[in-house]
């Protein structure tokens, strides 16, 4: 009935690599908690601060929409490329995904390249999501080339550190540890770690906190969009990030 | 191979002629995953050199990886993907790959084709994992314990589809700890046990053609000299070995006579038979020879 007669072959890179991103993604948004945690939560976040700033004093120099889209973008962005990925990695390595995908034609550049467009592929219907969710709120970013830049540079050098920490979290711990860890960080990082609101209103702790790459993100998010400057020390800060995450992820990483 | 102080696998001499079916029996933790992801690159052997296709699985990986094929012993996919889903993206890594719906449908995966996996049942699981080792149309398989926890009906699917990927040119290595499936299945067999190599050989050469073995179980313990003993009343040409405190087997010269010289040893020494046997020598009794331990 079928002929079995050897015909070896791998398919080729890129569309190795399209296959895999589209699967991960598709896995990804499937997923009830992950979606939660990609699309869901930072919608609530954002209607909640833009509606609570019209009853409270904040220390922000911005209409509150125009200084909390950028931020909720920030989160977004943090929860699908550290805490979603760290997550999903957890589980392949923990139901040997990773195991059996590396015994087939993909090589682990692809794997990681699949990821990372994955993790992409994610972010941009986040953007349009929660973008046009500010719009009806009211929103009015810069327009100009410098905020454009500005703004996308940041998303792509965080999604560097974010995803770098991610899986470094994801390649030493057990999966249900990597969860809760994961999990726990995002929820800190979301209430302190100065991405939704500005480092200017956590007082003092505002110092340290822009040094994190949650407050980078944020900052250098709101630099961008709000006053249309590419905030290099945000960059700068979230570059060193990715090298620290990237070369502890290189050391420690188990693949099974 | 050594795992800190442990050798898993220790001075293992074996190969693998192509197009046949090759089993590497042995007991649980005698060595076989280990040997079998040695030569699917998962694992650098300490000492001595394997090659798969003539090529090293550690420095060739990405030449190597798409010729073979790899069933895993357990997981190996999403918990949240089809099972369907998950093949075709096996396949989708392939150049050539097989229809997938034929190959599904060859393992009975047709019904299961939009489960999730973490609702597959572990024989659905089992078959998924076959199916995604032989998509590629790969030169070799391995399948590490193919028929763990299969019913019989998909066990013989399986044994099924083992044998036409061998007429069809593929070369498949299994292990398993089943005696009756290396039997059945498989052209050579590698006995092995705690890392080393005890037997290699076809069906036949191991268990010897038709000599025959004689078990004896007995309804309390034997007396204390009881192998000895019973050697001594049945003299030369044959082989007595003890199991356990209530059962011997007895090789060589297994004949009726030999039968009735055992049924007098046992009147003789007051001992009750609860089954008194002769049958083929099969895999589990060389095992026994070689080891002085029951297969499983």
Redesign the interface.
Known sequence: ????????????FL??VR??AA?EAK?ML??GEQLLLAIVIPLIVLVGVVEAAKHLTLHISHRPVDEFTPGVIALAIMSTAFTSLAIATG??RR???I??L??????RTGLLLGKVVALVLVEVLQIVVVGSAGLLLGWSPQTCLAAFAGSLLTVVIATAAFGALGLLIAGVLRAEATLAAANLIYLLLMAGGAVVLPTSSYGAFGHIARWLPSGALGNGMRDALINGHVDWTSLMVLACWAALGATLTARTFQWE | MRYGEKTAVDGLDLNVDRHTITAVLGPNGAGKTTTLETCEGYRRPHEGTVRVLGLDPMAQRSDLLPRIGVMLQSGGAWSGVRAMEMLRHIAALHAHPLDVDLLAERLGLGDCGRTPYRRLSGGQQQRLSLAMAVVGRPQIVFVDEPTAGMDPQARRTTWELLRELRDNGVTVVLTTHYMDEAEQLADHIHIIDRGRMLASGTPVQLTRGNSATIRLVVTKPFPDDAPASLQVALGEGVDVRAVDERSLVITGTADSTTLAKVSAWCEANGVLPESLNLGQRNLEDVFLELTGRGLS
């Open positions: 009935m079928s002929d079995f007669t050897p015909r070896p072959g791998a398919a080729p569309s190795q296959v895999q699967m896995l499937r997923n589980f392949e139901y040997g995904v195991k059996r590396g015994a087939s034609p993909l090589s």
